[in-house]
């Protein structure tokens, strides 16, 4: 008797599941077609706008696909949550998406490397993809810097966006997050073909390489007395309030500061910049042109 009974309800589990797969294949779900933006996060109020601007720039370019946003960051999703703001992760992004019948989602990295964070992102796509009550299609973006291409198009964003009032013999800094992962290559990358439109722009990261000491030892060999500090990262977060700008002895701004730069912050992050979102954006419609040439369950 229990034995037949396990028979049974295995019997049931599949045709349950050859139902669902069958309504994707079959046609008897309709196509639904949806755009999922992804972002690391900032829990300050005044870096929202950066993420504003994405959001308006993206639904100016797909004015009829729905957008949904997800976070990365659990550390920012747990401090918005105790102030009453409820973020998605990207799981919860697409299991929502999933449940509100989506068929083909694009999603967009608003990172800036291939990094860490971009993998994980990857990742969790990927598993979405293959369920078979899970999402028919999904294709992703590439982040801010993802090709030789890319290199050449953020050089020609930073040298638009530099102050106007800094002059030929200053310099212009920029901090970028930084990563232990191979894709960190890209800032030192960024730099040199930066430099070869403009000798006296650098790159450095918080967390990776080139650091803060190898671009001052940069600065000495130039005999450059001003310095123009800018975050190269999506949002004025933390680290270019605090790491870039802070008045904390260990911050950039400090550093430079004691060893006789007179520094001056922009705190605008790239993604408060039509130029840089321009790059995401066509990341973006490349991935979604993916998307409406697919049909069946596929990840790309």
């Not at 933006?37 to 504003?52: D, N, R, T, W």
């Not at 100016?60 to 747990?78: E, G, L, M, N, Q």
């Not at 490397?113 to 992102?121: A, S, V």
Request: charged share 20%; aromatic share 8%.
């Amino acid at each position: 008797m229990l034995k037949r009974l396990l028979l049974v309800l295995m019997f049931g589990s599949v045709l349950v599941w050859a139902s669902a797969y069958a309504g994707h294949h079959g046609g008897v779900s309709p196509r639904k077609e949806g755009i999922l933006l992804v972002a690391f996060g900032s829990s300050l109020p005044e870096a929202q706008v950066a993420f504003e601007n994405i959001d308006r720039q993206v639904k100016a370019a797909f004015a009829d696909i729905p957008v949904r946003w997800a976070y990365t960051s659990h550390i920012i999703r747990k401090k918005m949550a105790a102030r009453g703001h409820q973020l998605d992760s990207v799981a919860m992004a697409l299991t929502k998406m999933m449940e509100d019948g989506f068929t083909h989602v694009a999603v967009q990295s608003l990172h800036t490397i291939r990094g860490e964070e971009f993998d994980n992102l990857a990742a969790t796509a990927r598993a979405f993809s293959r369920m078979p009550e899970g999402i028919r299609c999904i294709t992703m973006g590439a982040p801010l810097l993802s090709t030789q291409d890319d290199l050449e198009k953020v050089s020609a964003a930073i040298l638009a966006t530099i102050p106007p009032a800094r002059k030929e013999q200053e310099a212009v800094v920029l901090m970028g997050h930084g990563s232990h992962h191979p894709a960190n290559a890209f800032y030192a990358a960024l730099m040199f073909n930066v430099q070869r439109h403009d000798s006296h722009v650098f790159v450095g990261t918080v967390e990776g390489a080139p650091e803060i000491d190898v671009i001052q030892t940069l600065l000495a060999e130039k005999k450059i007395k001003k310095v123009y500090l800018m975050p190269f990262m999506s949002v004025a977060g933390d680290h270019a309030r605090n790491d870039m700008a802070g008045p904390d002895e260990d911050s950039w701004k400090s550093l430079l500061t004691r060893a006789g730069f007179q520094c001056e912050a922009v705190l605008k992050g790239t993604a408060e910049y039509d130029n840089f979102v321009a790059i995401w954006v066509a990341h973006l419609q490349e991935a979604y042109q993916r998307l409406s040439k697919k049909h069946g369950h596929d990840y790309k």
